[in-house]
């Protein structure tokens, strides 16, 4: 997989594609160019640490030299890169903030780049450390012009046209805002590359403020060149506008502690040492809470921590309420998807429960809204970073997910409610969830022709692991709220579905189909809700199944093709004790991550015959695989 290295938001992502840093340009998680580059000068002569110099790279990395890289580690904030040859040991290390609880912290659009130049042989030497990235990830194609500008404290570039919240969709990147370096020696430059024939020299001319650049063909960079062996590389975007929220252009949300992107600026500077101290204790707090399961569990779950998190904007609404909005990336570029909040809510569960209605209100507001009319949860609320309505309309009625979304609300906020102590937040919406859950006690024990969160594979009737989820978010309800009536349907329902589900082994994909079978993920809130609607032998029965199934890289998701999802893979190790059976789940993801020959941002749907990805990439729903931390 590829190495999180800036990580703050669904547009300012950038990430390394390669096994070695200086193999490629970095890139946006969509797999744009967002080129950054490193490099360390000893006595004249330059050693790339980080990307390719713009122009004909394939030419220029066989002639410029590269410090090797001897390894990289990555932990939930951090990722750390050592470079070393006779004469220098370098380290990078990548590290922005997203402490889930402390939200004043993670919100403001900011990440860290620590380097350490350690002379090796004891001989005099001259270093320099070198950093500059590209104005391309400022803007979202080739015929897009820059302009830079400079602050008391920064150097920025940006796009000279400004259509803040101008563009939604997916495989998109910002264009508009401000790409920022704060440090008073940056500088904008033109990088003329390496010259071979002048003893590898670092080749570079300096900008005009004010004067405009095209983005791509004149390789425009903000340029940092430090005379100091150890120092801080402070990056910041200052994207103007958050999010528009049914009409409203929002703030970001760290607007309500600084009166401004410049005094948050300076105080991101001033603290990083401060800060720093509380991203390891929380690096420390999160590997200790994974390592308790096996080495592997916390090396997958360090890799997949700020990819959640920074799949989602923070902002507040206009009435001062939490919103956290997370940007389906790499399937439809949807804002607050519900089946993308759903598998991803594990993690915060367990590190901040209340960024979970954060992540529900924008469903729930628009379900109350004149605008849908429909006795069924909503999918999501538009195209990020555009949450004015849902995507599918009337017109597509066909994708609209009416089990899946009202079991999805229902289940968050029964886990909302028991992981954080109150159900104050489900008190509130409670009448809107009636109407949810009288529509699965009449649509959801045996859905009819429909999506489900796994629409990549197609429309399906009588889909027994949707129904489960219709059952359990019915007795999660009749819990919520006291319902002795609802928990008798939920029973009735598991009863039946004990019986008409049943298979030779496990149970069926679909009632009335022969020799299928599922991934039976839902039924983990029967466990984690304490509803206890389904007998330990269905539980039993499954996890046999599921072993009798299993190939290289996991276990697929059902019996129509080898593909799977690791969150719901990850999901169905808390349906038993069974070590064996978590042991052997874990290791075959972390034999994918190291095998797969794709370097793509962490995917969480590919073969489990060979590792290879299913198009999915940088995806928020891998908080699930944080599940088997909730008690």
């Known amino acids: 997989m590829a190495a999180p290295l800036i990580t703050v938001d669904p547009y300012f992502s950038i990430w390394s594609f390669n096994d070695n840093l200086y193999d490629d340009y970095t890139r946006h998680w969509s797999g744009k160019l967002n ?9 004249g002569r330059y050693y790339r640490l980080m990307g390719v110099e713009c122009g004909d790279y394939s030419l220029r990395r066989n002639r410029c030299g590269a410090l090797e890289q001897k390894s990289v580690t990555v932990t939930p904030l951090n990722t750390i890169y050592i470079f070393e040859n006779d004469i220098v040991r370098v380290t990078l290390n990548f590290m922005t903030p997203l402490i889930l609880d402390r939200l004043d912290i993670l919100s403001r659009p900011v990440s860290y780049i620590d380097y350490n130049v350690e002379v090796l042989d004891g001989a005099e030497h001259k270093t320099e450390f070198l950093f500059a990235i590209s104005s391309q990830c400022c803007v979202n194609d080739w015929k897009q012009n820059v302009v830079f500008g400079k602050t008391a404290n920064s150097v920025y570039c940006g796009n000279v046209v400004q259509n803040v919240l101008s563009r939604s969709g997916d495989r998109v990147c910002i264009e508009w805002g401000y790409l920022h370096i704060a440090d008073t020696s940056a500088i904008p430059a033109e990088i003329a590359g390496i010259d071979s024939n002048t003893k590898d020299e670092f080749h570079y001319h300096e900008l005009d403020i004010g004067k405009v650049y095209n983005a791509f063909g004149e390789c425009p960079y903000l340029l940092v060149k430090k005379q100091e062996r150890s120092g801080v590389i402070t990056l910041a ?20 502690y600084f009166a401004g992107f ?16 509380l991203a390891d204790e929380f690096d420390a707090r999160l590997m200790a809470d994974t390592a308790k399961f096996s080495p592997e569990y916390e090396k997958i779950t360090s890799l997949a921590y700020r990819q959640v998190i920074a799949a989602h904007k923070l902002a507040r609404d206009m009435n001062g309420e939490l919103l956290f909005m997370s ?36 469903i729930l507001k628009y379900a109350q809204s004149d605008e849908w009319k429909y006795d069924f949860a909503p999918h999501d609320v538009g195209y990020y970073p555009i949450a004015n309505g849902q995507v599918y309309g009337d017109g597509k009625i066909l994708f609209h997910m009416p089990v899946e979304e009202c079991g999805n609300m229902l289940l968050c906020i029964a886990a909302h409610a028991k992981y954080s102590g109150s159900a104050d937040f489900a008190n509130q919406h409670r009448q809107l969830l009636a109407t949810w859950v009288n529509y699965l006690c009449e649509n959801g024990y045996n859905p009819k022709n429909q999506l489900c969160t796994d629409d990549f594979a197609g429309h ?6 949707l129904s489960l989820k219709a059952i359990t978010a019915i007795g999660a309800y009749a819990k919520l709220f006291g319902e002795d009536s609802y928990m008798k349907t939920a029973s009735d329902m598991a009863k039946r579905w004990m019986s008409e589900a ?27 809700l304490d509803l206890n609607l389904f007998d330990e032998e269905i539980f039993q029965n499954e996890i046999k199944l599921y072993q009798s199934k299993a190939l290289q890289y996991g276990i697929p998701l059902d019996s129509r093709e080898m593909y799977t999802k690791l969150d719901w893979l990850v999901w169905t190790t808390v349906m038993t004790d069974d070590k064996e059976y978590f042991d052997m789940v874990i290791k075959s993801v972390y034999r994918m991550l190291n095998e797969t020959c794709d370097r793509v941002p962490f995917t969480d749907w590919y073969y489990t015959s060979n590792g290879r990805q299913c198009i999915f990439q940088n995806r928020s729903v891998l908080g699930g695989i944080f599940i088997n931390l909730l008690p």
């Not at 080129?35 to 006595?43: F, K, S, Y």
């Not at 410049?262 to 101290?277: D, F, G, H, P």
């Not at 607050?336 to 759903?342: E, K, N, R, W």
């Open 35 to 43: 080129p950054m580059l490193a490099g360390v000068i000893v006595d």
């Open 237 to 256: 975007y200052d994207e103007v506008k958050s999010i528009e929220y049914f009409g409203d252009k929002l703030d970001e949300y760290y607007k309500g």
């Open 262 to 277: 410049n005094e948050m600026l300076t105080s991101a500077v001033e603290e990083y040492r401060q800060i720093k101290q």
């Open 327 to 362: 940007k389906e990336c790499s399937s439809n570029g949807c804002i607050a998807t519900l089946d993308v909040t759903y598998p991803s809510i594990p993690l915060f569960l367990k590190y901040n429960p209340e960024l979970v209605p954060a992540m529900l209100r924008p």
């Open 460 to 465: 399906l009737s009588g889909n027994c692991n």
């Open 502 to 528: 049943a298979n030779e082994e496990g149970s069926l994909l679909a009632f009335g189909t022969e020799h299928t079978w599922s991934l039976k993920y839902n039924i983990v809130w029967d466990k984690l």
